[in-house]
């Protein structure tokens, strides 16, 4: 079946070449394809598996989709999503979500027609893996397994110098104001430039400026003009803030925060900004120097959970670098923030912030229900922790508390949310609707798409039985004046197998599209948008 497979992905390869731009429609190795899946359905039915939580079956695949439904014109432009799409190197399997070999999946809209695509993001740890059939550098939770104390000690070494350390960019994905797309995780050497067109990958994006630094937030915070995002100080706890202009390669710092407690910062997968603020989260998931040498998985990976050492949210001038607020708030876990804005009275001052995110209750066991045997093994099982829009309120007159509360009833996305998206108009300023992903139980992975109102504070769920969505996006109608006028893009992995592409009204969040895949993708994590305009 991989050769059929490979066979078809050569035709499409060939009649891609062929063609400037447009679309060819590649009938006969679309047949081929299709009986090719027809196999591998059968096979995934056998398992009574989703295809969400399996390897990706090649390397790469092009075609155009067939619709069902109709795709509003309006819609031109290119979803990227990315995400660990591949979890076994030869006969090795790896055990969690977050560690698999990045895949791209491209799906470019164009007048009403829609042509899909996935290949492998060409990493110096997806390379050295395949070479040498084994992993070679340490992943989110595995590691290579050190044979002695000698190479414990280089261990040590090659963590701090960073060379041990992936580039599996397997995490975010930006367009940044000049045009580059990049592909992003934990590690600053993770940062992976590659061609939106062909998905190629064209290379590491280098950080010109000489600062350093291992690791980063998977996401920064990117607007037209600037990239901004945080750097975690594992030596001297605190976070150094960054700013890099677009069209250059060179950091800038903006400020530090010192961290309130320790003896490491907490874990900044995500953070916010206002306007004119950064937001710099301080949860008691800290990252823990220790788990991050071991080669073995902890239950909490390469963090510790430390709750004595207190919680806390800082506030940086993003204009002078100054912390203006650092206030000690409920415990929190938080992987993904979802918007910020300020507060102002009635005579225009700004007199606090408010920073939304997806809470998970003050509880960091989702990590390790993340691991892929749970999410294989205990499907329909309801053992997806709780989670929440968690609203942090954090007071600009220094006062020494800031308040965290759930911003809507959390029954009404079914107790789950996390991979959020929003208007991005709406970015940094006050907004009222998020995307996400929220659950339908008895479920073990959030199972369901959920449009929140934070005005009326009630949502909106799409749900397909059995089926896994991936974070659903928003993109915005040209033109458009409401926050909602748009659609949302999903790709959904269905109980039978198989998977499709899904765009929802933002408005009504009906279904208006689905167009199916030849064959299922695995999960991804997160997606942009390229509008035609910009691709010229
Ligand atoms: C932590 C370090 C590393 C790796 C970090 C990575 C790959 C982190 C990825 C985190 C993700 C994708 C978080 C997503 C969370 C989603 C949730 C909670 C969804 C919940 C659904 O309900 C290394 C780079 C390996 C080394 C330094 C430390
Ligand atoms: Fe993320």
Redesign the pocket.
Known sequence: MTTLLINCNTALMASRTKRKKGYSVVRAATDKLSKAVTVEKTELRKAGKLAAWTSIRQERWEGELQLQGEIPLWLNGTYLRNG?GLWHIADYYFRH???GYATLVRLHFHHGRLVASHRQIESEAYKAAKKNNRLCY???SEAPKPDGFFSYVGGLAQLFSGAS??D?A??GIVRLGDGRVVCL???VK?SIQIDPETLGTIGRFVYTDGLGG??HS?HPVVTETELVTLLPDLVRAGYTVVRMEAGTNERRVVGRVECRGGPAPG?V?SFTMTEHYVVVPEMPLR?SAEN?LRAEPTPF???EWRPESGSYVHVMCKASGRVVASVEVPPFVT??FINAYEAVDDDGRITAIIADC?E?NANAS??D??RLQNLQSLTGQDV?PN?RVGRFRIPLDGRSAGTLESALDPEEHGR????CSINPTYQSRPYRYAYA?G?QRPCN??NTLTKIDLLERKAKNWHDKGSIPSEPFFVARPGATEEDDGVVISMVSGQDGEGYALILDGSSFEEIARAKFPYALPYG?HGCWIPEAAIG
């Open positions: 660990p979500l977050f560690d340490r992943e989110f350390l992936t599996n397997n995490t995780t934990e590690t993770g291992l690791i998977a874990w997968h990252y991050l990976y390469k963090f992987f993904h997806c998970h989702i990590l229900k993340l997806l989670a789950g949310i996390d991979m992903c659950a992975f959030p994590l």
